[in-house]
């Protein structure tokens, strides 16, 4: 019943909102060129906002897109880097991710919180009066930090109370970005459901297409003997000829009945990873592209498809004639349909649907536990979205838990239980790694006494490794014991070869500096105008940890 009303809660919340469309201005004081679009299928989430491209460069001014208050800062690593949060007195927020740094008092605010702390990544929660800020007032400024891989701005907004986001062109942007033209359709695919045979396959099939004169395109005829429906794989193009943007809204007719939509109007963050159920996931990890389903084969949480009435499957019934439409739209209300025509055939399968039985069959809404040679395997209910036979064994000292075709919603648990043959110290450096080939992928691995474990969301093979060797600090751009001239940063470069960078720590003269680190560049960067050095000889030191404590000290001096 929980679900139910939750369900039908973010149904009305999207469908039925009205949005202020005079309220805000644009972040940006340039002509606003998207790169990402709301909605937008990433890997294992939909893309939650706006990214407008900066013209390949990073320092442009990020504007206020209303009146309000900094309601939160979070600085981080990875993610959306620097980010901004603002709430405004009409029920929203918004939200500045990927910044270079913030502006004025604001910057001032973190740096001080970040010496407090002797931390880069820090988050902070603000009252009201702390940093208010009036429409159009200079917040902060581009940048490509965290999760960034090309400078941009990324823009979103949410509901204040309910922390929802939703799609930022409801909010007066659909008059400020220009969009003419339709949304391009480039696969369609055929889905056998049950026993069906599609055009003689049982496995999903392509289905050739072509564009007619009227602009819409006309698929080849489908034959099937039973329960049946369709993907597409589609984009937008929108504000140029070169970004693939998302689709905003589809729409599945079944001569002339309604079978299947969804749209992006907004969505809760707790919904993002439902997105490896919204597409052909196995498809994407075989052929890397993201088809999506217009059915489903049971329900599920997803506020995009919450206002289907039907489950987007067709059972193709003798001596009846079909027609299938879709209908593709992106925000502007630029269309364009695909018309499929579908009939009952009585076919062989030339291609036929192979199950790999094994002793291990996956219920999806039950609880499972393997165990086999002292590894157990914990996985909860509804971690997988289907029923499937699991490839389960350990060999030696590997476990092989099936592969990563099959996506996986909720952490399963992984233990190493009772291992024997280690000394204290080298206990003190394993860890379970995922084995991608012969290359090993740190995973953050909780020890008790020779017990170890890990939650992860990820199939394939495991293993005990252990990390022994400590970072690598090097690239310093000072030469020890030389005069510093003209220089603005202190900069180095940091690896880590297996676990990772876990912590960094520099002083100069015993005293904590702030090194900001980006993972893409692998450097830190301390900023002079922190004004910690002195006239005369400064020594510095840099601590780099490892996430299995393994430590790297380098220490040198400069003068100024």
């Known amino acids: 019943m929980k679900f139910v009303l939750a369900f039908l809660f973010y149904s009305t919340l999207f469908f039925g909102q009205q949005y202020p469309e005079d309220y805000f201005q644009s972040p940006l004081d340039i002509p606003l060129d998207l790169s990402g679009s709301f909605g937008e299928l990433r890997s294992n989430h939909f893309h939650s906002g706006l990214d407008f491209k900066t013209k390949g460069v990073e320092g442009l001014p990020v504007y206020a897109a209303g009146d309000g208050y900094i309601s939160r800062i979070k600085i981080s690593t990875f993610g959306y880097g620097k980010a901004i949060y603002i709430t405004h007195p009409n029920g929203y927020t918004s939200v500045y991710g990927h910044l270079q740094k913030a502006n004025g008092a604001i910057q001032n605010f973190i740096k001080k919180k970040q010496y407090e702390e002797q931390s880069y990544e820090v988050e902070m929660f603000l009252y009201p009066t702390e940093l208010p800020v009036k429409k159009g007032d200079i917040i902060a400024f581009t940048g490509n930090t965290g999760g960034s891989v090309a400078p941009h701005l990324h823009f979103e907004f949410r ?6 986001i939703l799609n930022p062109l409801h909010f007066g942007f659909k008059k400020i970005i220009k969009d003419e033209r339709k949304p391009i359709i480039q696969g369609l695919v055929a889905y056998p459901l049950d026993s069906t045979t599609v055009n003689n396959s049982q496995l999903p099939i392509n289905i050739p297409f072509s564009k007619q004169s009227d602009g819409t395109y006309l698929g080849t005829k489908v034959r099937a003997n039973g329960r049946m429906s369709f993907g597409i794989n589609a984009y937008d193009f929108c504000t140029n000829a070169y970004n693939k943007n998302g689709l905003y809204k589809v729409k599945a007719y079944l001569n002339g009945v309604l079978q299947y939509q969804y749209g992006f109007d907004g969505f809760a963050f707790d919904e993002t990873r439902y997105i490896n159920n919204f597409i052909d996931y196995e498809r994407f990890h075989i052929m890397g592209q993201r088809v999506q389903k217009l059915f489903q084969l049971a329900d599920y949480p997803l506020s995009v498809v919450a206002d289907n009435k039907k489950d987007g499957t067709i059972k193709v019934q003798p001596g009846t004639n079909y027609t299938y439409r879709i209908e593709l739209y992106d925000f502007h209300g630029n269309r364009v349909d695909v018309i499929i025509p579908l009939e009952f055939a009585y076919q062989e399968a030339k291609i036929e649907k192979t199950y790999q039985k094994t002793p291990y069959f996956i219920k999806a809404k039950n609880e499972s536990i393997f165990e086999k040679n002292k590894v157990t395997v914990q996985i909860l209910e509804n ?22 075709s099959v996506p996986v919603h909720k952490n399963i648990t992984i233990t190493f239980n009772d291992v024997q043959g280690l000394t204290e110290e080298q206990l003190s450096k394993t860890f379970i790694a995922t084995l991608d080939g012969y290359k090993l992928d740190f995973n953050k691995t909780y020890r008790k006494g020779n017990t170890f474990s890990i939650k992860t969301r990820t199939l394939g093979k495991f293993k005990l490794a252990q990390d022994v060797t400590p970072p690598r600090i090097y690239n310093v751009n000072f030469v020890e014991g030389k005069t510093i001239k003209g220089q603005k940063t202190i900069s180095v470069s940091i690896t880590d070869l297996l676990s990772g960078i876990d912590t960094y720590n520099a002083y100069i003269n015993g005293k904590w500096i702030l090194m900001e680190y980006d993972y893409k560049t692998k450097k830190l960067i301390h900023n002079l105008e922190d004004n910690i050095c002195v006239e005369g000889r ?3 030191k840099l601590v780099v940890t490892d996430n299995l404590q393994n430590s790297t000290t380098f220490e040198s001096y400069f003068f100024r």
């Open 159 to 164: 509901n204040t109370k309910s922390e929802e």
């Open 383 to 404: 971690a997988f979205y289907n029923d499937f036979y699991l490839n389960f064994d350990v060999n030696g000292d590997i476990l092989s838990l099936h592969d990563d």
């Open 538 to 540: 400064n020594d510095f």
